[in-house]
């Protein structure tokens, strides 16, 4: 399809610079495709009132690292230049892939002593090779450390990776630490938060068990090639960034049991989705499963287990508003974010949310 048909137009003023608070009073835009009233008003809290007891909240457990690198590029053994980097994918106990800038700058075989400014436990800084250069300032990073060392080196020296359009207007605080977070995150790995799920509170969680609503996590490190605009004018000539993850064999056998008893599988972002449809049979079985998801859905895929997702509002051109326009329709869509805009929601990672209900095929 042409990419240009995912394109809108957004008020500068509908981005969202800080959550909600609380979280869960966020907007929440229900939007049911199948219903003769497709779009309602509602906020987060309510969200128990379009559930049932059987049904499924299926969450991923990533945890955002602080990602973004900030260094010297050395050449030669002579000083060097500026440079930063967001790490997106981990390939190895000491390998990274990243995208750097500026990129057109930067060679295979360079060193980089990120940290330097002394923010470092480790003597002030943390070091790397450009390993390999690839396309659009995408390099893989050699470090020095390994493992849990690495790891600890990165917690020191990096910072909160915010979204561009959110650093753009304001820089990274401590307060992000906090807010650009799911209360349940535990897998270390992502570089950018699953942020339907910044909605969730403890509150929240119990008003779900009160209902008889389960809970599940899986994980999937959500890359910064989740910001990446689609460059390509159609979308079978757009490549995918790569994400890992897993779902382990008992929350596979536990959401089978779900569907066979009648129970629907709700995906709380659209990374849960991405990893669930990865995992799933075309006969909707789910199966354990592990290792990188490159999934592009767009308009005409055909959902194979899951049944609703709950979704922030996304940027214009972008692949997942590619694929919230695939589950719920794509004139259905974009009538509902004209009515999101029109109405005052506020949009991308830290403004409010939807709750799609799957097109009936």
Known sequence: MRVDLFDFDLPDERIALRPAEPRDSARLLVIDPNAENSLSDHRVGDLT????????????????IPAQLEGIRHRDGAGG?????????????SRWKAFAKPGKRIKQGDRITFGHSGESCFLGSLDATVEEKGEAGEVTLLFDLSGPALDEAIAAVGHIPLPPYIAAKRPEDERDR??????????EGAVAAPTAGLHFTPGLFEALDRAGIERHFVTLHVGAGTFLPVKADDT??????LESGYVSAAIAARLNAVRERGGRIVCVGTTSLRLIESAAEESGEIMPWAGATGIFITPGYRFKAVDMLMTNFHLPRSTLFMLVSAFAGFETMHAAYKH???TGYRFYSYGDASLLFRKDR
Not at 49 to 64: E, I, M, P, Q
Not at 178 to 187: G, K, N, S, V
């Open 49 to 64: 009132s379009f559930l049932r007891a059987g049904d499924a909240l299926v969450f991923n457990d990533t945890k955002v």
């Open 81 to 93: 230049q500026q440079v930063s980097a967001t790490l997106h994918m981990r390939t190895s106990p």
């Open 178 to 187: 906090a807010d650009y977070q799911t209360i349940y995150a535990r897998e």
């Open 236 to 241: 079978v000539d757009h490549k995918m960034h």
């Open 340 to 342: 999101a805009i029109s």
